[in-house]
């Protein structure tokens, strides 16, 4: 089966409907039993696959408990594991609580670890499979104003990367997938709705980022970045130094007339 983790609505609903259309049995997990169940009997209804909702916060110690005994009752195995759970935090670094910035970590960065360390070896032993991380465009440079996002999506580029590289010919793919702004819920949700950036930059709807991840996935790309101007802004990024590039991003990003909050959803990824 694909594990897909904070699959009930945004882009992880669309990398479901994504892998089930192409003939794949999906195991989804998220938070919210109701609304990770309507999102399974959705795509049970319209792909004719086998779908399993698992009902888990993939940052609690029994997470991956709960998944290895929904596939091991299914008679399955993770032969892909996408990591899309994750939240966001707009705002001043200092403003936010410390437990929000450390909820964010453990979401974006500590249980993505966990599944993917946890899964991996199996994939590398069968020669076969994958994992598909989100990160964001965000990941190639600092990003003021929602510096812990940003950072934690370099962490998953960087993280991604490497692996990819470790078990390079061994038959698994390892992919990050870095959209930029894309049209969901989720600025509103982490109070970046005022940036300058969300009226700049023309978002991406989740199934063409859906899309574009499933294709690099399955070409082995080992970073994807969708659309047609981001990868030239993540190549910009890559190359611009810092101290030029880092407070045009806190100009674009900086929350205007309201606060920024936090929220836990999927992960959309940000300029």
């Known amino acids: 089966m694909t594990v897909i983790t904070g699959a009930s609505e945004g882009i992880g609903y669309a990398l479901a409907c994504r892998f089930a259309a192409a003939g ?34 993939v940052t609690q110690p029994d997470a991956i408990a709960a998944i290895e005994a929904a596939l091991a009752a299914h008679r399955a195995y993770a032969d892909v594991l996408v990591n899309n759970a994750g939240m966001g ?13 450390l909820r964010l970590i453990d979401l974006n960065v500590r249980a993505l670890t966990g599944l993917m360390h946890h899964f991996l070896p199996g994939m590398r032993v069968r020669g076969r499979g994958g994992v598909l991380n989100l ?10 104003y929602q510096a812990v996002y940003y950072a934690s999506r370099a962490y998953v580029l960087s993280l991604s990367e490497a692996v990819a590289a ?13 959209p930029g702004p894309v049209d969901t819920d989720f600025h509103r949700k982490m109070g970046s709705e ?3 950036y969300r009226y700049l930059v023309v978002p991406t709807s989740a199934d063409d980022v859906a899309d574009a991840g499933y294709r690099g996935f399955i ?53």
Not at 39 to 46: C, G, P, T, V
Not at 89 to 101: D, I, M, N, R, Y
């Open 24 to 57: 794949g049995d999906l195991m989804l997990v998220a938070r919210r039993p109701q609304l990770l169940e309507q999102a399974a009997e959705h795509i049970r209804s319209q792909y004719k696959v086998e779908v399993v909702a698992v009902p888990a916060d």
């Open 219 to 271: 070409f082995g790309w080992r970073v994807i970045v969708p659309g047609l101007f981001n990868p030239g802004l993540a190549l910009a990024m890559r190359v611009m130094p810092h101290r030029i590039l880092t407070p045009i991003i806190g100009w674009l990003v900086k929350p205007r007339g309201a606060q920024g909050s936090d929220a836990r959803g999927q992960v959309d990824g940000q300029l």
């Open 166 to 178: 470790e078990t390079a010919g061994e038959g698994v793919r390892i992919s990050a997938l870095a």
């Open 89 to 101: 935090l707009a705002g001043a670094f200092v403003s936010h609580p410390a437990e929000s910035v």
């Open 194 to 196: 005022r940036g300058i």
């Open 135 to 144: 990160a964001s465009l965000g990941g190639f440079a600092p990003g003021p």
